[in-house]
């Protein structure tokens, strides 16, 4: 027997995304990229685009915390290569501002040199802000 899939549909998308967003700004930033990434593999449409810089992000800092720099570096500057084209704003979300909070959050990891043990001021750690756009 077969047990039937749930269908996709903008409902759930709705509900994953949020429980998602709630887990990033609760600073749950490992347990998000789970939930997005669940529902990353299973959009086809722009929304995975902006899924996947915001999955990025979620890690960048995951990795910031952990003292992975250089992972940290890396996803930083992939998450905002790929939120770029989307700004200000996309699938309820204002990246405009997730961007600045990014780049304050993440600006010890850019200046560092190598050898340097940046850190993390859990101060400049984004949240994420919905929008009307």
């Given at each position: 027997m077969t047990i039937p899939t749930e269908e996709f549909n903008d409902?759930?998308?709705?509900?994953?995304?949020?429980?998602?967003?709630?887990?990033?700004?609760?600073?749950?930033?490992?347990?998000?990229h789970e939930v997005w990434e669940a529902?990353?593999?299973?959009?086809?449409?722009?929304?995975?685009?902006?899924?996947?810089?915001?999955l990025q992000a979620a890690i960048a800092i995951?990795?910031?915390?952990r003292h992975n720099f250089e992972g940290a570096r890396k996803l930083y500057e992939g998450q905002k290569?790929?939120?770029?084209p989307s700004l200000p704003a996309a699938i309820g979300v204002d990246l405009a501002r997730f961007a600045r909070e990014m780049d304050a959050c993440c600006a010890p990891?850019?200046?560092?040199i190598s050898?340097?043990?940046p850190?993390?001021?859990i101060n400049k750690i984004p949240t994420i802000h919905k929008t009307n756009i």
């Open positions: 409902e759930i998308f709705n509900k994953e995304f949020e429980e998602g967003l709630a887990l990033f700004n609760e600073k749950s930033f490992f347990e998000c529902l990353w593999m299973r959009v086809s449409d722009d929304r995975a685009h902006v899924l996947k810089g915001l995951h990795h910031f915390r290569r790929i939120l770029a990891l850019r200046l560092a050898g340097d043990a850190r993390l001021d």
